[in-house]
């Protein structure tokens, strides 16, 4: 099944450093990539829409100058969280949603990495 | 705002079929059903999907009502692994892809 992997699975840093997540499609190439962050007890929170060679589309009320996305290939997009403050830990997850004319209906087309963790001090 | 109504938590007993509802009573005629789950600390995983018809595949059976204001998630033979919070999600193909989670149902398979 298609695969998407995020880099890296947890990570902890100093407060008012930045902090680069990756995520990539390993086996199918997409245009778009969603990004969400999870805290504790909670949902999923749809942060941003990530479309490959455009800007990212962010979700009311996510400060986009906080969390830089960036898309630059069909397999890869980054999450970068910028100045992180101890109430930026959470557990960030991307989607990757395979391209049209790939067969996609079969499966529901959008394919979840694993997840990176992310704790600031 | 997530579009479905499901029950906070549920148990089941191993090796029973788990039995998951979902309420979507505001569903539009584009709109498909998705389910998909999340073990702790880990990615969702995609479960199943459909538009009216029941679907079956190797993890599980999906029925749509036909008036499809509701649906129901079917794990025939649950196992502990099967724990997990399960989330139904409608969303039309139209959407860009973007899947709105809701607070989903949190499964506990007891042996």
């Known amino acids: 099944g298609a695969v998407v992997s995020q880099h890296p699975s947890w990570v902890i840093c100093k407060s008012g450093t930045s902090v680069k997540i990756e995520c990539r499609s390993l086996d199918f190439q997409a245009t778009t990539m969603f990004w969400y962050r999870q805290f504790p007890k909670q949902s999923l929170m749809l942060m941003a829409t990530s479309n490959e060679g455009s800007k990212a589309t962010y979700e009311q009320g996510v400060e986009k100058d906080k969390f830089l996305i960036n898309h630059a290939s069909l397999t890869l997009s980054t999450l970068t969280v910028t100045s992180a403050h101890p109430e930026d830990s959470s557990f960030y997850i991307c989607?990757?949603?395979?391209?049209?004319?790939?067969?996609?209906?079969?499966?529901?087309?959008?394919?979840f990495g694993e997840g990176s963790r992310l704790t600031v001090l | 705002d997530a579009k479905t109504t499901q029950p906070p938590s549920m148990d089941c007993a191993e090796g029973r079929a788990a039995n998951l509802p979902c309420n979507h009573s505001t569903i539009s005629g584009n709109e498909y059903v998705y389910w998909y789950r999340q073990i702790h600390s880990q990615g969702p995983q995609y479960i199943i999907h459909g538009l009216k018809n029941n679907e079956t595949n190797e993890m599980a059976s999906l029925i749509i009502t036909e008036d499809r204001k509701s649906s129901t998630l079917i794990l025939p033979h649950a196992t502990l692994r099967d724990t997990a919070v399960y989330y139904c999600i409608v969303r039309g193909n139209n959407q860009g892809g973007k899947l709105i989670f809701g607070q989903g149902t949190e499964l506990s398979v007891k042996p």
């Open positions: 989607s990757a949603r395979r391209t049209s004319g790939q067969g996609y209906f079969s499966t529901g087309e959008l394919f």
